[in-house]
């Protein structure tokens, strides 16, 4: 069973004349590097990990989470993330943010970036894991414009002063954490109190949020046809943190008072 920390790979699994050091198999596969909160596991290609309320990573003991949520496994040559859960979808995104998919239950997908960034939410609790591998199929520029969304690309989107004052009153606590990946997302009524608005104008605001990001092809964010999702602030914070829609450097906006004049 893996063990956190970086242990050396079993010889067993070890190719010495194709082998990078302490990092590939014979399948030039590298070991897999799992981060939660500081702690690190690895991974190795012969092995699964489980990530959930139980398993390899037990996340926390969130009511909400499941007992088996995600998996990492190898298979055709690859690393594979799975979405092994029932209920709670996660957004993988490269590290630079500009490659981005959703990973609905019973989905899977490659891990073909050397960093990617995973974040989900369950209940009020969201939650963000890296994983990480020496050599990768592909690497993201610093420059792409554009981000993928499961198999839709979408071109950045532009909001108003104000619906961005809404998105950083969201994410807050996620911006303002510093080696920490899990926070607790604020209800409605306390953003609305965050920024000094009305309900009203508040459930407004997110709605055309959330429909201007729907039209743009970003999934979860509608539940019933005509019907926006009931989870759609949790889905929306998870976007805006992985794709860096919203950074720390947007946090002056909570207290800039009106910016729409409403």
Same mark, same amino acid.
């Given at each position: 069973?893996?063990?956190?920390?970086?242990?050396?790979? !079993? *010889?067993?699994?070890?190719?010495?004349?194709?082998?990078?050091?302490?990092? $590939?198999?014979?399948?030039?596969?590298?070991?897999?590097?799992?981060?939660?909160?500081?702690?690190? @596991?690895?991974?190795?290609?012969?092995?699964?990990?489980?990530?959930?309320?139980?398993?390899?990573?037990?996340?926390? !003991?969130?009511?909400?989470?499941?007992?088996?949520?995600?998996?990492?496994?190898?298979?055709?040559?690859?690393?594979?993330?799975?979405?092994?859960?029932?209920?709670?979808?996660?957004?993988?995104?490269?590290?630079?943010?500009?490659?981005?998919?959703?990973?609905?239950?019973?989905?899977?997908?490659?891990?073909? @970036? *050397? $960093?990617?960034?995973?974040?989900?939410?369950?209940?009020?609790?969201?939650?963000?894991?890296?994983?990480?591998?020496?050599?990768?199929?592909?690497?993201?520029?610093?420059?792409?414009?554009?981000?993928?969304?499961?198999?839709?690309?979408?071109?950045?989107?532009? @909001?108003?002063?104000?619906?961005?004052?809404?998105?950083?009153?969201?994410?807050?606590?996620?911006?303002?954490?510093?080696?920490?990946?899990?926070?607790?997302?604020?209800?409605?009524?306390?953003?609305?109190?965050?920024?000094?608005?009305?309900?009203?104008? @508040?459930?407004?605001?997110?709605?055309?949020?959330? *429909?201007?990001? !729907? #039209?743009?092809?970003?999934?979860?964010? #509608?539940?019933?046809?005509?019907?926006?999702?009931?989870?759609?602030?949790?889905?929306?914070?998870?976007?805006?943190?992985?794709?860096?829609?919203?950074?720390?450097?947007?946090?002056?906006?909570?207290?800039?008072?009106?910016?729409?004049?409403?």
């Amino acid at each position: 069973m893996s063990q956190p920390t970086n242990p050396p790979a !079993d *010889e067993r699994d070890v190719d010495v004349d194709t082998a990078v050091p302490g990092h $590939e198999n014979r399948r030039g596969l590298s070991v897999l590097s799992v981060d939660f909160s500081g702690e690190t @596991f690895s991974v190795e290609p012969t092995e699964s990990f489980t990530i959930g309320r139980e398993g390899d990573l037990a996340v926390d !003991d969130n009511p909400y989470l499941h007992r088996s949520f995600l998996e990492v496994s190898c298979a055709n040559g690859m690393w594979w993330l799975a979405n092994v859960g029932s209920r709670l979808s996660a957004t993988v995104s490269s590290a630079n943010g500009a490659v981005q998919s959703w990973l609905s239950p019973g989905a899977r997908l490659p891990i073909v @970036f *050397e $960093e990617s960034t995973i974040v989900f939410t369950a209940g009020p609790t969201t939650y963000e894991i890296i994983l990480q591998v020496k050599v990768a199929p592909y690497a993201v520029s610093n420059q792409v414009q554009e981000s993928v969304v499961g198999d839709t690309t979408v071109m950045p989107v532009r @909001f108003t002063p104000s619906q961005k004052q809404l998105i950083v009153a969201l994410a807050e606590p996620m911006l303002r954490r510093e080696g920490v990946s899990v926070s607790n997302l604020p209800s409605s009524a306390s953003a609305a109190e965050r920024l000094g608005w009305s309900m009203s104008k @508040f459930n407004r605001k997110l709605d055309h949020v959330c *429909e201007k990001l !729907d #039209r743009m092809g970003v999934q979860g964010l #509608r539940g019933a046809p005509g019907k926006l999702a009931m989870n759609r602030r949790a889905r929306l914070v998870e976007y805006a943190v992985s794709s860096h829609l919203v950074s720390r450097v947007d946090l002056p906006l909570l207290d800039a008072g009106d910016l729409d004049g409403e």
